[in-house]
């Protein structure tokens, strides 16, 4: 079993930046990939970002490139999201996930993933 505990949403001005945590317990956190989510109002969740155990990889949506960046510190069984430059258009839940079978998985298909966390609200204001 994989406990997750989002951490770090709020609200926001447009322009501004948060960091969120994924804090992670139970099994061994360095063999498994680690992913981010969300899910606005109205919208299916989406994928936004992964990275492999090791952080040699990521993988980023479009729509976030060169403005978050995904992060893990295996040391501390946490995953980060630091999210910059947001917009209105980035307000949602977000998720951290956990793929426990594959340690080298660097990917946005949601199947793939077997834990998920409660998720966190960012609101981001214009």
């Known amino acids: 079993q994989v406990q997750l505990v989002e951490s770090g949403g709020g609200l926001v001005q447009a322009g501004g930046s948060l960091r969120l945590s994924c804090a992670a317990s139970g099994r061994t956190f360095i063999r498994y990939a680690m992913g981010w989510f969300r899910q606005a109002p109205g919208k299916e969740r989406e994928f936004v970002a992964a990275?492999?155990?090791?952080?040699?990889?990521?993988s980023y949506a479009d729509s976030v490139k060169g403005r978050f960046t995904i992060s893990r510190e295996n040391a501390g069984n946490t995953m980060f999201l630091q999210m910059n430059n947001l917009t209105p258009e980035d307000t949602a839940v977000y998720y951290c996930a956990a793929d426990t079978r594959d340690i080298w998985s660097v990917t946005a298909a949601m199947g793939r993933y077997d834990y998920w966390g409660q998720g966190t609200q960012v609101t981001v204001s214009s």
């Open positions: 990275v492999r155990w090791n952080g040699g990889r990521t």
